[in-house]
């Protein structure tokens, strides 16, 4: 069983900058891909980077440029660092992390991007 915490949500203006974090519990995080989704009003959920247990990452075109996923295997942690963010950027962020047939996610933090 894998717990995974998000924080670092809030309110942004438009061409700001927050950095989310996920904090996962268990000693075999490193072996689970991890991921960022988000999901804003109406819409479907969607994925928005990955990162693989071995550090390969991609992001989805809409933020490519903008937002960066990375990890930290010895803090059990994986950020999304978001820049320039616009309004369309706001949504609930969630966390996910799959290995094999293990998925599981954390309860998200909002983003709202508004001047």
């Known amino acids: 069983q894998v717990q995974l915490v998000e924080s670092g949500g809030g309110l942004v203006q438009p061409g700001g900058s927050l950095r989310l974090s996920c904090v996962g519990s268990?000693?075999?995080?490193?072996?689970?891909?991890m991921n960022w989704y988000r999901q804003a009003p109406g819409k479907q959920r969607e994925l928005v980077a990955a990162i693989t247990s071995g550090g390969s990452t991609n992001h989805a075109d809409s933020v490519k440029g903008r937002f960066t996923i990375s990890r930290d295997n010895a803090k059990n942690t994986v950020y999304l660092q978001m820049n320039y963010l616009k309004p369309e950027d706001t949504a609930v962020y969630y966390c996910?992390?799959?290995?094999?047939?293990?998925?599981?996610w954390g309860q998200g933090t909002q983003v709202t991007v508004s001047s």
């Open positions: 268990g000693s075999i995080f490193s072996w689970y891909a």
């Open positions: 996910n992390a799959k290995w094999r047939n293990y998925d599981y």
